[in-house]
């Protein structure tokens, strides 16, 4: 099997590209709702082929730009008040906290090193015995449960010195949340390939319409032409655009992994505010390998920076152009908000590839 | 001789007679040619014609790599710089800075490539030195070497000569040394087959410059890979560019460790791959002698030089439509989650 | 928020995977799919493989045409 279709322009795509561009009627307000979305989009130049009836809004998709400043504020705090090796995604090391960041801090002679996955932490933290190892435990469903995965080899291979600092959010309530900004969500595939269908199938009986799209040229443009065709039919939808990926029970054994070690919790979104049941953090009986409670941290009011409007831009009142930071105080190098620090946020999107 | 077990010390740095042992040994050995001076400077015949003059010194991790090792990479570099000028390379020099206790066969091998790619490139090696830093004090070995060149009276290449409607030219597959690199440092667990595309680019050059003497620009996509060595140019030249995505060659494993990491092979340093700018006439001449090179036999145009978005590089995608390529950021780091 | 990969499964041993993408070769999780078998293709995110891939894109676009773009 050739998994892609390599660069090819084919029927089905000139006749997706058709539709998305031809498009005259009432507006559609699109939200895509994941942040690689929002990048894959961008890269691809989709939003050019746009009719002018058709708006999409980068939604809050990126687990980066929703994570609220606390907690990059204690990240660095574990890292030189309490000596802690930081293990994180690439993503994080550059987000500015309240007063710094994890690069600055690195600088000075914190430890950080950068992972491509939760299990490696775990590997790094067994091979280091004598390091006090804490991994930024971030992300959506799709990576929650290698989170989990790390936290239950940590608890196997009997490793003390591992720990995770949660912040992992669920999608549900920020659809809930988000649906009176849009007419249709593009729904995140990956999220989708854990999940399966019932949240959007939720949504759905609440009368949100929605599609659920793949990551690639082909998959981005079928998946937005077939919102624009049932828009049309005038009927809330759910269509399954990636059905080579998410299946519709998605991954039982994911969901078990991530039940046994987390439960839901309030958490607060950047740009957004406080969400009941929209984040993660573990269950009581991991407490010792839950960062906060292992090394006692405070509670940390982190300082928003003034005059941004990420939280507008998050649920599509104004693009990143009205902005009065943006590209000026605000840009991928000096991010102020929450959209310019991640290269998936709304900003920085529009920032970098800024030509639609 | 055997090397094996012996390293270097402190009194090797000196100046005395263990001194003179090392640079017996090991440079001595390697680096001998009719100009190789043991006096305080070389001494040279003058080139007829306008000399390039380039130096640039080399710390990488881990200094040796699938594709070569730091000697390698400093004469290519330092070859490559003066190559970018139209500059034949004539004279090196070499200056090393060698932690205390670095194996004496490591650095024979070291050395020993640096003759190897100097003869390649047709250049000499004249002069050189070498200090000892404490142990802890330098990551292994430093070398810093310094080049000149002389540059045919045709020959004006330079990152302000770009014009609208020239043809961009990559020489080879992109972001190979970044990769392989990356991969080396093995932080990441993943296993590709990728070797540094490291290597001396001067006999391509040449080629070029014999037929085609009026080449705009070349340079070399060292440190940020092509996509920051073209916005250097745009800034230069006050152009823009305008790259067809689907031309621009990359291996395809380095396209799949890049997938995996959320990195884009624009961004990764090449040791052996230069961009050239050439008039559009004589693009396709260009092509087929690079064509025809050792090190340059998958050279692909990729794009051209345009006048409407100053200082910008835009990109056309598969899908044909339009973006800009982002501008090169700080620091090149994975994107997961 | 979810980059993923799809790559081909070489060898399986007890709860984890070799993939390649490209050449490209890593070992990930596969904990969270039941039944990998060397050939399959999955999907890969933060080092597990997260879905398997049963079809290949262009026919997903062929099918999603003749279903509702047409």
């Known amino acids: 099997m050739t998994v892609n279709t390599g660069g090819r322009m084919t029927g089905a795509m000139e006749k997706a590209r058709d539709i998305i561009s031809s498009y005259r009627g009432p507006k559609i307000r699109i939200m895509e709702v994941c942040g690689t979305h929002t990048h894959e989009i961008f890269r691809l130049g989709i939003r050019s082929l746009l009719s002018e009836d058709i708006s999409l809004i980068s ?17 660095v705090m574990l ?3 309490k000596g802690c090796t930081i293990l994180t995604f690439g993503d994080l090391v550059r987000v500015p906290g309240s007063d710094s960041s994890l ?3 690195r600088g000075r002679g914190a430890k950080v090193r950068v992972v491509y996955s939760p299990l490696d932490a775990e590997v790094y933290a067994r091979e280091h015995p004598d390091e006090e190892c804490v991994f930024l435990s971030v992300g959506f469903e799709t990576t929650t449960p290698s989170s989990c995965i790390a936290l239950e080899n940590a608890v196997s291979d009997g490793i003390g010195n591992f720990s995770l600092l949660c912040a992992n959010k669920t999608m549900p309530a920020a659809y809930r949340a988000m649906m009176n900004t849009t007419d249709a969500y593009l729904y995140p595939g990956h999220v989708c390939a854990v999940m399966g269908l019932n949240d959007c199938r939720q949504m759905l009986e609440l009368g949100m319409s929605g599609v659920v799209a793949g990551f690639t040229a082909p998959e981005l443009l079928t998946a937005l032409a077939v919102i624009v065709r049932k828009f049309q039919e005038g009927e809330p939808f759910l269509v399954n655009a990636y059905p080579r990926v ?38 009581d009986e991991y407490a ?3 960062a906060r409670r292992k090394y006692d941290l405070p509670h940390i009011e982190g300082r928003e920076s003034r005059g941004c409007r990420c939280g507008h831009v998050l649920q599509g009142e104004c693009t990143p152009r009205d902005c009065p930071l943006f590209g000026r105080a605000c840009t991928p190098d000096h991010p102020v908000g929450a959209c310019m620090v991640s290269s998936e946020g709304a900003c920085s999107a529009f920032y970098l590839y800024g030509k639609q | 001789m055997d090397l094996t077990g012996k390293t270097v010390t402190l009194a090797h740095g000196a100046g005395g007679r263990q001194t003179a042992e090392l640079i017996g040994q090991v440079f001595k050995a390697h680096f001998s040619n009719p100009y190789f001076t043991a006096d305080d400077a070389a001494v040279l015949p003058r080139p007829g014609g306008r000399i390039a003059m380039t130096t640039d010194g080399f710390i990488v991790s881990p200094r040796f790599f699938n594709g070569g090792n730091i000697g390698k990479l400093s004469i290519c570099g330092t070859v490559n710089d003066l190559a970018c000028m139209g500059a034949r390379p ?12 670095f194996p004496f066969d490591r650095l024979e091998e070291i050395v020993s490539s640096m003759e190897k790619t100097a003869k390649e490139a047709g250049v000499r090696i004249v002069a050189g030195d070498t200090k000892v830093a404490g142990k802890g004090q330098v990551d292994g070995v430093f070398i810093t070497t310094t080049g000149v060149g002389v540059i045919d009276d045709q020959v004006n290449t330079s990152g302000k000569n770009a014009k609208p409607g020239d043809c961009v030219l990559v020489t080879g597959d992109i972001g190979r040394h970044g990769c392989c690199i990356l991969l080396e440092r093995d932080e990441f667990g ?18 070029v410059l014999k037929e085609v003497p009026d080449v705009h620009v070349i340079r070399d996509a060292t440190r940020g890979g092509v996509g920051t060595v073209l916005y250097e140019i745009a800034a230069e030249s006050g152009c823009g560019f305008e790259l067809e995505q689907e031309s621009i060659p990359v291996d395809p494993a380095v396209g799949g460790v890049c997938g995996m990491l959320g990195l884009d092979p624009m961004y990764l340093a090449c040791e052996g791959t230069l961009v050239m700018i050439v008039p559009r006439e004589k693009a396709t001449k260009v092509l087929n002698i690079l064509r025809e ?45 | 928020m979810c980059v993923g990969l799809s790559a081909r499964v070489v060898r399986v041993n007890a709860g984890s995977a070799i993939v390649d993408a490209s050449g490209a070769r890593r070992e990930v999780s596969a904990q969270l799919l039941s039944d990998l078998e060397p050939g399959d293709y999955v999907m890969v995110h933060a080092g597990a493989a997260i879905a398997k891939i049963t079809e290949n894109e262009e026919e997903q676009a062929d099918d999603l045409m003749e279903e509702y773009l047409v």
């Open chain 1, 59 to 75: 939604g809050p998709g990126c687990p980066v730009c929703v994570t609220p400043v606390s907690y990059i504020d204690e990240a």
């Open chain 1, 79 to 81: 890292a030189i008040d």
């Open chain 1, 103 to 105: 690069q600055a801090e």
């Open chain 1, 246 to 283: 998410v299946h519709e029970n998605g991954s039982p054994e994911a969901r078990a992994i991530v039940d046994r070690y987390m439960q839901p919790c309030s958490s607060r979104w950047r740009g957004i505010g406080d969400m009941e049941d929209s984040g993660m953090r573990l269950r």
């Open chain 1, 288 to 290: 010792a390998y839950d």
């Open chain 2, 90 to 101: 004539l004279y090196l020099t070499c200056a090393f800075v060698i932690e205390e206790g």
């Open chain 2, 190 to 207: 993943i296993d590709a087959k990728v070797s540094s595309d490291c290597a001396p680019l001067w006999n391509s050059v040449d080629a």
């Open chain 2, 293 to 337: 090179q050792e090190h340059t036999g998958d050279a692909a145009v990729i794009g051209y030089v345009t006048d409407t978005e100053k200082g910008r590089v835009v990109m056309r995608t598969s899908i044909g439509t339009q973006t800009y390529l982002p501008q090169p950021g700080n620091e090149l780091l994975p994107r997961i989650c």
